[in-house]
């Protein structure tokens, strides 16, 4: 009799390892993701920065399994926490070689720019059309950049070779004071956005002796990706943001945000880049 028991009992057994291996993966499963950033969204929808609300509208799609914490950091100290840390992820990054070997990025772009300007003010006197060599060479200009902020490859390339003609702003807040230092005639110039200061500055006079002057020559679109962690859990944070990102109904929010955002002809250009991305049709 004792002998019949035991099939049985091992059944039982084998029961109760497939019961713990079960708590044992949902105790694995995402509950907070660690987002750090030098710009920390509202916690509503009144926050006009666009990619703060492509983040707000990925942490609803998250909830209520996983919710996103935000912790300020300047861009340096984010991609060292980032590469010291097993669950750090930063949020709209270009993506590079150099970069993907410290990190993972996910499929999926959640935006998309125009190229970066060389925005100077109060200076009517240069062409539109110019290089950086140019700028450097002939004017001797002295451009400010955010540290830790990548430009595009071209650009980053530049950079090092003449680290001399810039100089690096560090901190949480070091785009508003490189706005600043141009506007207090610190800098000849600085690379920046044409968006970030139209907005920033739409109510200011100032902003009618700002130029935008293209300095690189390709008119692409610079995309803004999600990074973290290369770690196992990077990898878990990683698949959950891209199973948002995938959806379509998420990738028709992030076009008609930029579509409200951007005015032509950048418009048609970051849309149609962002259509062929993820594979939507471009009519």
Same mark, same amino acid.
């Given at each position: 009799?004792?002998?019949?028991?035991?099939?049985?009992?091992? %059944?039982?057994?084998?029961?109760?390892?497939?019961?713990?291996?079960?708590?044992?993966?949902?105790?694995?499963?995402?509950?907070k993701?660690?987002?750090?950033?030098? %710009?920390?969204?509202?916690?509503?929808?009144?926050?006009?920065?666009i990619?703060?609300? &492509?983040m707000?509208? &990925?942490?609803?799609?998250?909830?209520?399994?996983?919710?996103?914490?935000?912790?300020?950091?300047?861009?340096?100290?984010?991609?060292?926490?980032?590469?010291?840390?097993?669950?750090?992820?930063?949020?709209?990054?270009?993506?590079?070689?150099?970069?993907?070997?410290?990190?993972?990025?996910?499929?999926?772009?959640?935006?998309?720019?125009?190229?970066?300007?060389l925005? &100077?003010?109060?200076?009517?006197?240069?062409?539109?059309?110019?290089?950086?060599?140019?700028?450097?060479?002939?004017?001797?200009?002295l451009?400010?950049?955010?540290?830790?902020?990548s430009?595009?490859?071209?650009?980053?390339q530049?950079?090092t070779?003449?680290?001399?003609?810039?100089?690096?702003?560090?901190?949480?807040?070091?785009?508003?004071r490189?706005?600043?230092?141009?506007?207090?005639?610190k800098?000849d110039?600085?690379?920046?956005?044409t968006?970030?200061?139209?907005?920033?500055?739409k109510?200011?006079p100032?902003?009618?002796?700002?130029?935008?002057l293209?300095?690189?020559?390709?008119?692409?679109?610079?995309?803004?990706?999600?990074?973290?962690?290369?770690?196992?859990q990077?990898?878990?944070?990683?698949?959950?943001?891209?199973?948002v990102?995938?959806?379509?109904?998420?990738q028709?929010?992030?076009?008609k945000?930029?579509?409200?955002?951007?005015?032509?002809p950048?418009?048609s250009?970051?849309?149609?880049?962002?259509?062929?991305?993820?594979?939507?049709?471009?009519?």
């Open positions: 009799m004792a002998h019949g028991m035991k099939v049985p009992i091992i %059944f039982v057994l084998s029961l109760c390892v497939l019961f713990v291996s079960s708590l044992s993966a949902e105790q694995k499963q995402l509950t993701i660690q987002i750090v950033s030098d %710009f920390i969204p509202e916690d509503n929808k009144a926050d006009r920065n990619a703060n609300k &492509i707000l509208t &990925i942490g609803e799609e998250l909830s209520p399994d996983t919710s996103l914490e935000f912790i300020p950091a300047s861009r340096l100290r984010a991609w060292k926490q980032l590469k010291t840390m097993p669950d750090v992820c930063l949020y709209n990054k270009v993506k590079n070689d150099e970069r993907q070997h410290s990190a993972f990025f996910n499929q999926y772009p959640i935006m998309a720019f125009p190229a970066n300007r925005v &100077i003010y109060n200076h009517p006197e240069l062409p539109q059309n110019l290089t950086l060599e140019d700028v450097i060479q002939k004017h001797k200009f451009i400010g950049i955010s540290a830790g902020r430009y595009g490859k071209n650009i980053d530049y950079i070779s003449h680290p001399d003609s810039f100089i690096n702003i560090a901190g949480e807040t070091s785009s508003r490189l706005h600043k230092m141009l506007f207090q005639n800098l110039a600085i690379l920046e956005y968006a970030v200061l139209k907005d920033r500055f109510n200011d100032r902003i009618d002796k700002v130029r935008f293209s300095i690189d020559e390709e008119s692409h679109a610079v995309f803004g990706y999600l990074a973290c962690s290369r770690s196992e990077g990898k878990l944070n990683i698949a959950a943001f891209d199973k990102l995938k959806q379509t109904s998420m028709d929010q992030i076009i945000l930029h579509q409200q955002v951007f005015s032509e950048e418009r250009l970051l849309i149609s880049a962002l259509k062929a991305k993820f594979n939507l049709p471009l009519n």
